[in-house]
């Protein structure tokens, strides 16, 4: 018996917060509103650049891109978008 094997190229997408325990302890109910549109934010991008959400816990999140460089290119877009977002924020958070 001859078994095929499919074999798939895909570039995988990881982030988490940066210091999500801190802020939750410093003010969970503020942390969790900022957590919810930020990761809206980062589904809109991903979906953007065809890639999908494979998973998500806690203030993490897992995207499979079919290229390397929509990863990449979101990647960046994220980080950008975030860094906006969070201009509008004190230090501290």
Same mark, same amino acid.
């Not at 982030?15 to 930020?38: F, I, N, Q």
């Given at each position: 018996?001859?078994?095929?094997?499919?074999?798939? !190229?895909?570039?995988?997408?990881?982030?988490?917060?940066? #210091?999500?325990?801190? !802020?939750?302890?410093?003010?969970? /109910?503020?942390?969790?509103?900022?957590?919810? =549109?930020?990761?809206?934010?980062?589904?809109? !991008?991903?979906?953007?650049?065809? #890639?999908?959400? =494979?998973?998500?816990? #806690?203030?993490?999140?897992?995207?499979?891109?079919?290229? /390397? /460089?929509?990863? =990449?290119?979101?990647?960046?877009?994220?980080?950008?978008?975030?860094?906006?977002?969070?201009? #509008? !924020?004190?230090?501290?958070?």
């Amino acid at each position: 018996m001859s078994e095929s094997t499919e074999r798939k !190229l895909t570039t995988i997408l990881c982030a988490d917060a940066c #210091g999500y325990s801190r !802020l939750m302890d410093d003010d969970e /109910v503020a942390t969790l509103a900022t957590l919810k =549109v930020h990761s809206e934010a980062m589904s809109r !991008l991903i979906s953007r650049h065809r #890639g999908r959400i =494979v998973n998500t816990a #806690g203030d993490g999140l897992m995207a499979e891109f079919a290229s /390397v /460089v929509e990863a =990449v290119q979101c990647a960046a877009e994220i980080q950008r978008e975030l860094a906006r977002r969070n201009d #509008g !924020l004190e230090t501290a958070r």
